[in-house]
């Protein structure tokens, strides 16, 4: 079976999200109906490849089209992101929200837009925090100023404080280890977008919650937290989670970004840098995502 | 400072929850714009005893009615939750929603049907488990049926499986113990209130519900409980809690029990059983609930 995808040049990128249909890779190329598709077969090493270095999609121009395209022409910008094995028929995937039908994966614009909308932290009267400033939680401050909303940036590390405000627009910043900042802003925020994968205290953040009050989990700790239950029930707060977004979201989430101009902070790498990027990742030291040029420094 | 509560017959008791001010305790008998109060002064000592007791609250015949009295003639049922140190200034007082306030106490109906409708789970569509059947339990099941909703009760104890079925008419029942019973039931639960305040663990609990589905705590566990964060991701689930609720929707809780003829299973008692009651409580010997007949059997 040919691997179409091949044959488009393929940057591995954040900001670009149209879709092609999950099923394309059970096909033949002659039935397929776009031309960018994402494998998880023997065949098709690449995408296997990009998913098993980071979560990701794949962002290219579109270099040939089947028969039964409608959507795209060559020379389009197109994204493939690499949801395979959407069962279409369950509930969810009939109400467009297939990534949490089995075996997706994660992508970073969508995953702090969709909670936003979900959890009803997208008006312009609410206060909300975003714990850990990376790739989802930069995002996540974009958004949310684009959203009208006063963001208040939390951190372990006081040396991201001129970047949250003056390169991404924070109103407020706050850091968790001191416990006088955190303690003067208990019961000031409507909600939480808690980005860190790391095991972290949930407490001092649901107290920074006012009542009614959302705590939005985006990142995911190995090990079990702590979580109080009382401070939920007296402030009828709740601890929600959410991970990336169906295609119609993901496609409103782009149109969005496009109308407010919000893009992925980036840095191009060529292929020969990935384990230097891979180290710099374990250190913290991007702003805020990779970006690899596969299509000009690696051949298929 | 005369005591106007002790001129009322008073019964302990869930099922009437009609309002008199929260203010009442801070102003002269003559300015009292209804005739029941619940005081927390020196010279009011039975509702602390109440209060002390058990979380309750006061219902009893009017047989008094100061002269700024709109709301209740000699001779109506009323009910005073012990309500006291709203601020009334506060978003939370000013949307009614006092019972976020300070200095609360939690009742049993509203403590159950508030949740119910603020996470959604009171459509006729859905499927949702209670955990525990107990006093907040058995309302909760009555209520859910009362939706529409197909109520699952999950019990530690198989031998509550007939009263729950026959008894409050919930549709299955399902032994927490018991694991091919609950590995059978998991993704199938829209929502769960979970009643229960000992601590237990809450993972098996978010693996019964669906995508989305939401597990509600009524119940205050005093340590703090294990929460797996991924699950909540790749589900979208939510952890939420809930406490009591506002006085007008605490009447609109009465009004909705009044049309669906929900009433608490109770077992009245004279003042003099407390102690055995308290036992009987520790136990679990109650269904659902003991009243004290506080007129009958308690002079002031």
Redesign the interface.
């Known amino acids: 079976m040919g691997s179409t995808w091949r044959k488009a040049k393929v940057v591995l990128g954040l900001n670009l999200c149209v879709y092609v249909p999950r099923t394309m890779d059970e096909k033949d190329d002659d039935e397929s109906p776009e031309v960018l598709r994402c494998g998880d077969g023997d065949d098709e090493t690449l995408p296997l490849l990009l998913y098993n270095f980071s979560r990701h999609e794949i962002v290219g121009i579109v270099t040939e089209v089947g028969s039964d395209v409608t959507k795209f022409r060559v020379g389009d910008k197109a994204a493939v992101r690499c949801m395979v094995g959407g069962c279409d028929g369950c509930d969810?995937c009939k109400n467009g929200?297939e990534s949490?039908c089995r075996d997706t994966i994660f992508t970073y614009g969508i995953t702090v837009y969709s909670?936003l909308k979900?959890y009803g932290l997208d008006r312009p009267s609410l206060s909300v925090g975003v714990v850990g400033l990376g790739g989802l939680g930069h995002l996540a401050v974009k958004f949310l100023k684009a959203f009208g909303v006063k963001v208040t940036v939390i951190s372990t590390s006081p040396r991201k404080e001129k970047e949250a405000r003056e390169g991404l627009g924070a109103d407020a910043f706050l850091v968790s280890r001191d416990s006088e900042q955190m303690k003067a802003a208990i019961g000031t925020m409507d909600g939480i977008i808690d980005t860190v994968s790391a095991v972290h205290p949930?407490q001092p953040l649901i107290d920074l919650l006012k009542?009614?009050g959302k705590l939005v989990?985006?990142?995911?700790?190995e090990k079990?937290?702590?979580?109080?239950?009382?401070?939920?029930?007296?402030?009828?707060?709740?601890?929600?989670?959410?991970?990336t977004g169906g295609m119609q979201e993901t496609q409103e989430m782009i149109d969005f970004a496009a109308e407010h101009s919000i893009t992925a902070d980036t840095e191009l790498i060529p292929m020969s840098y990935i384990n230097t990027a891979i180290e710099r990742l374990l250190k913290g030291d991007v702003k805020y995502r990779f970006v690899i040029d596969i299509a000009n420094t690696m051949e298929a």
Request: avoid cysteine.
């Open positions: 969810d929200l949490y909670p979900y949930l009542n009614h989990m985006v990142g995911a700790p079990p937290l702590e979580l109080q239950v009382f401070p939920l029930l007296v402030g009828r707060k709740l601890v929600g989670g959410s991970a």
